[in-house]
């Protein structure tokens, strides 16, 4: 039986978007005009705007009173909406240039035939839509401490699948391109009307084939049969570390995809993901840091990725993107998850991080950086006791965990109080002795 709210939402989704298309067109229309147009053709901009207003105060007022969470959700974060609906997203999906939609209102701006990210206006180099666990998780963790229950996701029944021909391809295909030059170039041709949006005078192989394999492993029933191919896997890891940003960036997000599945966390992280990963991460590039952070940290869930990652670096890159005021939000959580290794932990003490984890916790404005610089802070106080007194005297000068331990959300409240009592413990001990 249909759902009167979910159709509700999507009416205004589409009336949005249809409404955006023509505003685009009138304002062309005046910006083209020597004469700034007609007094007619500025009337309708003016009408269309009042309508996107109108459309905006209905979908606000209707995810207010929703049952998903009523007056709770007026604290929700704004990066937990998504850009299009202004909804708190369900299945959070990732755009070629690195945004995050709701995959209902994404997939549909697709549909009808945009090429382009509704909320930069970028040419999109492909319409791939990779799943974005690491915001589903941590919307699924505030939606948790605060007792909401967090919708189900819209599955979209026009959504696109991969054909049994496209599927069965895929051996023989990989087959192809570790093969002779004009083997490679049979398979590209193949592979070519699987990447969306790409010219026929494209000479890159590996990005097609890449793109391709990207293509095939956001499609569940795929993620098993990519991973147990014996090439498919090293060919992405190698691809990670040569190659253009483009062909980079989507073996990260491929491997992204397929670490969705426990058993393939485990066969990306035993062929060797982590040090190549890493090493993108450190270079910084724009385009690719997003989707080499979520291969991170979704591979990361799994204990052995864990020490491999620790092993091979990843916290003191992390540390240094973050002092570098570059993707906070992401590094903090892979970070806090990391946090949970001994060694991670000895480790983000000799770098000097308690500080800057400290003034993150005074400065920033997300809750969820607070959050994670807590856990990260708690787990050295019972992990690295030596880092105790420089906590003590940086809470003595500031009182930052004793403001976040009255301020803060219920799970930065419960660390904070945490590490203070710690502290106390430890002053008593030192005064006793």
């Known amino acids: 039986m249909a759902n009167p709210e979910v159709e509700e939402t999507e009416s205004c989704v589409r009336k949005a978007v249809e409404l955006k298309k023509e505003l685009q067109r009138l304002v062309k229309a005046i910006l083209d005009e020597d004469d700034y147009g007609g007094l007619q053709v500025t009337n309708e901009a003016l009408r269309v705007l009042s309508c996107l207003k109108d459309l905006k105060l209905k979908k606000s007022h209707s995810f207010k009173g929703g049952a998903a969470g009523d007056d709770h959700l007026l604290g929700l974060p704004y990066e937990f909406r998504c850009p299009i609906s202004g909804e708190i997203m369900t299945d959070p999906v990732v755009l070629a240039n690195g945004q995050t939609f709701d995959r209902p209102c994404i997939q549909r701006w697709l549909d009808e035939g945009n090429r382009t990210c509704p909320q930069t206006r970028q040419v999109l180099s492909h319409t791939v839509l990779i799943p974005n666990h690491l915001v589903r998780e941590m919307i699924s963790q505030w939606c948790k401490e605060h007792g909401i229950e967090l919708p189900k996701p819209i599955k979209d029944t026009d959504e696109d699948v991969v054909t049994d021909a496209s599927r069965s391809h895929l051996n023989s295909l990989l087959e192809k391109m570790s093969s002779s030059l004009s083997d490679q170039k049979e398979a590209a041709k193949e592979l070519r009307p699987l990447s969306p949006g790409r010219a026929d005078t494209d000479p890159g192989l590996l990005e097609d084939l890449i793109t391709t394999i990207l293509n095939l492993s956001i499609h569940d029933e795929n993620k098993r049969l990519v991973a147990e191919n014996p090439l498919a896997i090293p060919l992405l890891i190698d691809s990670v570390r040569t190659g253009t940003i483009e062909t980079r960036r989507n073996a990260a997000a491929a491997l992204f995809s397929l670490s969705a599945l426990d058993s393939n966390k485990l066969i990306i992280g035993k062929l060797g993901a982590m040090t190549p990963l890493i090493d993108l991460l450190e270079e910084g590039h724009p385009l ?25 670096g990843a916290v003191r890159v992390i540390l240094r993107k973050i002092m570098e005021n570059s993707l906070v939000d992401e590094l903090l959580a892979i970070l806090a998850m990391l946090s949970s290794h001994q060694d991670a932990i000895e480790e983000i003490g000799e770098l000097g991080a308690i500080p800057c984890l400290l003034r993150i916790i005074r400065e920033s404005t997300c809750e969820r950086n607070k959050e994670n610089c807590a856990a990260i802070l708690y787990n050295i106080c019972f992990t690295d006791r030596t880092r105790t007194r420089e906590i003590m005297e940086e809470e003595n000068a500031n009182g930052t965990l004793s403001r976040l331990a009255e301020n803060g959300t219920s799970r930065a409240k419960r660390k904070a109080n945490g590490i203070l009592e710690r502290l106390n413990k430890a002053a008593l001990i030192v005064h006793t002795a």
Do not use: T
Request: hydrophobic share 55%.
């Open 288 to 312: 690719a840091m997003k989707d080499v952070a979520s291969a991170i940290f979704s591979l990361c869930i799994l204990l052995e990725n864990k020490r491999r990652a620790v092993h091979a």
